[in-house]
């Protein structure tokens, strides 16, 4: 039986699903009919209204979705189960990155209890106090990243709130935002030829995460770089338009797991024949395209660490074209 509601308080439309997931509209009306999950309500419109548990466990199936599991031993399953099946990709993550990670467990959980205990001026105090003593680019690689992933992995194991993980995403924003425009801007800015590279970075449409592009900044300033960033979800034409105004070399784009695979592919080789080959594009991020099915002459970068290796090999790759 179909419910009808008036309040449409913590729901959200199937539009609004779509982008917060990454799941097709399409795809959720399958689900829906092959194995009645999710289980809309209807608003007075007869539109589909979706119920912020349902939209969680949908979070947690893309994730098991993009680790290869087929939505037809999964979708059925309570959310307990599913987080169960989550665990071991979360062990193999945690191990393949924690020479990347110098933040322990103790601190890990001082973080932790401060965005628990909702003491946001604590948590933002401690995360500048850090990244103060240690530097931008050494608390980008060794305390955000990895502290970003295992806040996310809480909140799908149900050891925090959504709006807790929320909190925290903008402190980190507000931080990294603060420290890149604190970054000096050397002399090469009023001389063309040592002003590179230019990197643009953004999203395609429908990619809002932004962490990982602020990161991917970060490490870049530090680098010497001249960025330019457009923020999250830009139309290809206009990335494109961008790049002859700005001049850049690069153009550099992050992908989350949110993001329907076949979009990033088409999206990259679509950006690639706008561009032509004098301009290079490095993409990063967990989206599992990147590791599987690249297009050619995109560099990936897997990790934070190729950031500084890749600005370095392009730098050397101008100066034998100089020499030649």
Known sequence: ???????????????AVEQDTG????????????????????????DRAYPIDQVEKLR??????????????VVQLPIEDLRQLNIKPILENEKNHSRSSAISQDEMMRYVNLLRSHQTEALRLELSTTMIKI???????????????????????????IHEEHLFTEQIKHLLRTA???????????????????ILLTTFPKEKHSLG????????????????????????????????AHKADIVALSFSSHIN????IDGLKDLQSKLGPEVEIWAGGDNSA????????????????????SVKAWRTQQKHKIIS
């Open 60 to 73: 947690l199936l893309k994730r098991l979705l993009d680790q290869g599991h087929r939505p037809g031993g």
């Open 261 to 264: 695979q076949n979009q990033v």
């Open 290 to 309: 990147l590791r599987k099915r690249p297009p050619e002459d995109v560099k990936i970068l897997n990790t934070l660490h190729d950031i500084s290796e």
């Open 1 to 15: 039986m179909t419910v009808i509601i008036d309040d449409l308080h913590d729901t959200l439309s199937i539009a």
């Open 23 to 46: 799941i097709a509209k399409d795809t959720l009306r399958v689900w829906e009919r092959r194995y009645n999950f999710p289980k809309p309500l209807r608003d007075v419109n007869d």
């Open 213 to 244: 592009l602020l990161m991917a900044e970060a490490l870049m300033a530090m680098d010497g770089c001249v960025c330019i960033s457009l923020g999250t979800q830009t139309p290809i034409l206009e990335i494109t338009q961008a790049v002859r």
């Open 180 to 198: 890149i425009s604190s970054v000096p801007t050397s002399h090469a800015d009023q001389n063309a030829d040592l002003a590179r590279p230019r």
């Open 135 to 161: 530097g931008l680019d050494r608390f980008v690689i060794e305390i955000a990243a990895p502290l970003i992933r295992n806040i996310g992995e809480y909140w799908v194991d149900g050891k925090i709130e």
